[in-house]
């Protein structure tokens, strides 16, 4: 039973930082792809990074590239989401999630078979 647990959510002005995890269990990870979505109140949840668990290869969603970054430590099977430079819109519900299809990086979120629970950022002007 894979399961995936967000950490590191909160509140911050524009213009600052916060980075999330999300420790992951359950199995070995290798071919897997791990991803980070948000969600803001009343819009679709949507794709933010992705990173290949093997090789370390990444994606982002242009709104956030330059800004976050996407990393993983294969010794503690967590992956995290470094975010810089944050503004008002990046405000929502911040997801990790899992997918084992080794496909490659999509950006789908039907794509994920894995979800973590959630965490809040929410980043005032």
């Known amino acids: 039973q894979v399961q995936l647990v967000e950490s590191g959510g909160g509140g911050v002005q524009a213009g600052g930082s916060l980075r999330l995890a999300c420790a992951a269990s359950?199995?070995?990870?290798?071919?897997?792809?791990m991803g980070w979505f948000r969600q803001a109140p009343g819009k679709a949840r949507e794709f933010v990074a992705a990173l290949k668990w093997s090789g370390g290869r990444t994606s982002y969603a242009d709104s956030v590239k330059g800004r976050f970054t996407i990393s993983r430590d294969t010794t503690k099977n967590t992956v995290y989401l470094q975010m810089n430079s944050l503004k008002p819109e990046d405000t929502a519900v911040y997801y990790c999630?899992?997918?084992?299809?080794?496909?490659?990086?999509?950006?789908?979120?039907?794509?994920?078979?894995?979800w973590g629970q959630g965490t809040q950022v929410t980043v005032s002007s």
């Open positions: 999630a899992a997918d084992s299809s080794d496909w490659g990086i999509q950006r789908q979120r039907y794509e994920y078979d894995y």
């Open positions: 359950g199995r070995t990870f290798s071919g897997y792809v």
